[in-house]
């Protein structure tokens, strides 16, 4: 089995080469930011991303925002996020195309490599692998937070200029960004708002319509 690791970590990284190699896994690669693990990915066949969730260079959320990322990109791909906390908007982001092949651990919570390594596999294979308290935290936020109160401000700015009729060309003139980000901002808005496709739906319209009701 061949794995993309992302962690910006040194010694955790070289750690993780270490255990994969003595299970039989390939490790085609080893990286410490989003960047090179979007761009080895492309390059390179892998059968899985291993990923911290925390990369440089904020060491905020750049690890998941990339697993995001590699699924819009290439759906179903696998992908096992590790991390030290549960960043709850982009995880329940990660896990909205139900489509399997997705895992999130908690890394103080792993006492068992045996059970890390089948979760490993597990995910490759097209299963899900969460935490228990992952799954927690994302079903309390669910119950007690607004759909609009997800959107982050630049999101919140896109879809006020959507509500004024904009097209993506126009919202990205004004907000001095490409289409392409636009895109990725709006497709963020939709998952956000719980708007999944539909070929009757106008996704749009009614992201248009939760705001202005929100507001």
Request: hydrophobic content about 45%; proline content about 3%.
């Amino acid at each position: 089995m061949r794995v993309v690791l992302a962690e910006d970590l040194a010694l955790l990284r070289d750690g993780l080469i270490r255990l994969f190699e003595a299970h039989d896994f390939e490790v085609v690669a080893a990286v410490d930011n989003a960047r090179s693990l979007l761009e080895t990915l492309d390059a390179k066949d892998a059968d899985i991303a291993v990923l911290d969730v925390r990369l440089p260079p904020t060491f905020t959320n750049e690890g998941l925002m990339a697993a995001v990322e590699i699924r819009h990109r290439r759906p179903a791909f696998p992908v096992l996020v590790l991390s030290q906390y549960v960043e709850q908007l982009y995880a329940k982001e990660l896990l909205a195309s139900g489509q399997g092949s997705i895992g999130y651990l908690l890394k103080d919570r792993i006492t068992d490599v045996r059970a890390f390594v089948e979760a490993v596999q597990q995910v490759a294979a097209g299963g899900t692998v969460l935490d228990p308290q992952v799954v927690s935290s994302i079903l309390t936020r669910a119950q007690h937070e607004a759909p609009m109160e997800r959107l982050t401000e630049r999101e919140r700015e896109v879809l006020g200029l959507m509500a004024q009729g904009r097209s993506n060309a126009a919202i990205a003139a004004r907000l001095f960004m490409s289409e392409k980000a636009v895109g990725k901002h709006t497709n963020s808005i939709f998952t956000k708002l719980d708007l999944p496709q539909a070929a009757d739906d106008n996704r749009r319209v009614l992201a248009v319509l939760a705001y202005l009701h929100h507001d």
